[in-house]
Structures are given as structure tokens and as C-alpha cells.
């Protein structure tokens, strides 16, 4: 699992509710990135993250904040969760550089109902 | 650009079979590809990469080949086993770009 854990694994929660996911690495690597995956989509990118205080959007961003304060934790929030929102979200990393090599986090289940 | 597919979305071959799973890539100008196996309820594995410069590039029962000139890729897995099963998608990265654009998956099934 190349260190990563996401919490939780699995989250119910109401629409307009806020949520967090949290991503943490034990390895100190430098590249951080949330994906979702959704049937018929593949994962698409949400945002991603190339160092402290360093994050960028990725191409479904809209409805999504991040932060990262510490070089181990990536927190994805849903600031109004909403059903479109439903999704198995990952985290992952890259341990060589950016976009190479992606190692994945056992992802959250996340419903919004 | 965001065509990154796969010919098959279902493949079944036998037990110690060699299954050869495909993906093409719309775009020339990506340089680095990746393919995945993604097990029932569980992260995407990365399996295997391979650059542009190269068109082949083998691990451990698994070989990936690159066709630029028809934009191909393709994994092929060695003696397929029941642990084999599963969903596999590659990703492509374009030249300069930030981010991985990932295909959809081909669901491969062990036939025992």
C-alpha cells in the first residue's frame, strides 16, 4: 500500500454537510494527489499537491478544497457535500516525480444522500 | 487527448493461458504510460511503466509493449493465474502536461 492510509474507509453523510477525507504517507514523498472513480469514467483528477502549502486543481476540482500542512497529510473537503459528490475517492502518491509512477491508498466510499 | 480506451471492457481466458489485454491512445504526443490492476474493493496496483523511447519493457510475468506508430498499448500477463482477476487500465501522460489521463478498465476473468 506504499505507506498510504486514507480515513475513513467508508462515510455516509447528508447533502450540504461538510466532509473531510484525510490521506497520510509514512514515506515523506513530496507528490500527493486525490483522485475520484466513478463507473464509466475512470479516475479523474481533483487536485494535487507538490509540496507543503503547494496544491493545484485537477480537472473536476469544482466543489473541492485542499490542504496540506504537513508533508505526510493531503485533507480533501467537501465544503457541501452533494449526490454527485458519491464516489470512491484515492489518494496517491508519487515517490520518483510528478505524475510518474502512482502508488494508491486503499480509497474512502463515500455516499451522499 | 481524453481517449484513452481499451478495446475489450470484458476478457476470460483459461488458467495458465497468456491474456493479452490492449488500450489506445489518441494522443502522440504522451511519452510515459502506465498500466493498473485493481482488485474488488481495493486501490489501483501499479503493475508496470514504460516510457516512449522504448516499446517493450517486461516484469515480472508481465511484458508491456508500445506501438507509436498506430498509438497501441498493450499488456500481456504470462500463465494467468485465478489471482490475476481483475480490472486493468493503463494511463497516459502527455508531454508537459500535470496529470495521468486514465483509461476505464478491462475486467479479466479466470476461467479455471
Known amino acids: 500500500d506504499a505507506g498510504i492510509t486514507q480515513s475513513p474507509r467508508h462515510k455516509v453523510t447528508e447533502t450540504g454537510t461538510p466532509v473531510t477525507l484525510r490521506c497520510h504517507q509514512t514515506?515523506?514523498?513530496?507528490?500527493m494527489y486525490w483522485y475520484r472513480q466513478d463507473p464509466g469514467h475512470g479516475l479523474r483528477l481533483i487536485h494535487y499537491?507538490?509540496?507543503?502549502?503547494?496544491?493545484d486543481k485537477g480537472e473536476v476540482s469544482d466543489g473541492y478544497s485542499v490542504s496540506r500542512s504537513k508533508t505526510e497529510d493531503f485533507l480533501l473537503t467537501l465544503e457541501s457535500a452533494t449526490s454527485s459528490q458519491t464516489s470512491v475517492y484515492f489518494c496517491?502518491?508519487?515517490?520518483?516525480?510528478?505524475?510518474?509512477?502512482?502508488?494508491f491508498g486503499s480509497g474512502t466510499q463515500l455516499s451522499v444522500l | 487527448g481524453e481517449s484513452v480506451g481499451l478495446h475489450l471492457p470484458t476478457l476470460s481466458v483459461q488458467e495458465g493461458d497468456n491474456s493479452i489485454i490492449n488500450c489506445a491512445y489518441s494522443?502522440?504526443?504522451?511519452?510515459?504510460f502506465i498500466w493498473y490492476k485493481q482488485e474488488s474493493g481495493k486501490g489501483p496496483q501499479f503493475i508496470i511503466d514504460?516510457?516512449?523511447?522504448?516499446d517493450k519493457r517486461q516484469g515480472q510475468r508481465v511484458t508491456v509493449l508500445l506501438n507509436k506508430t498506430v498509438k497501441h498499448l498493450s499488456l500481456q500477463i504470462a500463465a494467468t493465474q485465478p489471482g490475476d482477476s481483475a480490472v486493468y487500465f493503463c494511463?497516459?501522460?502527455?508531454?508537459?502536461?500535470?496529470?495521468?489521463?486514465f483509461g476505464q478498465g478491462t475486467r479479466l476473468t479466470i476461467n479455471p
Open positions: 496517491a502518491i508519487s515517490p520518483k516525480g510528478p505524475n510518474e509512477k502512482l502508488f
Open positions: 514515506e515523506n514523498h513530496r507528490y
Open positions: 499537491s507538490y509540496g507543503v502549502k503547494d496544491t
Open positions: 494522443n502522440s504526443a504522451s511519452d510515459y
Open positions: 514504460i516510457r516512449s523511447n522504448m
Open positions: 494511463a497516459e501522460l502527455l508531454q508537459g502536461a500535470q496529470k495521468l489521463v
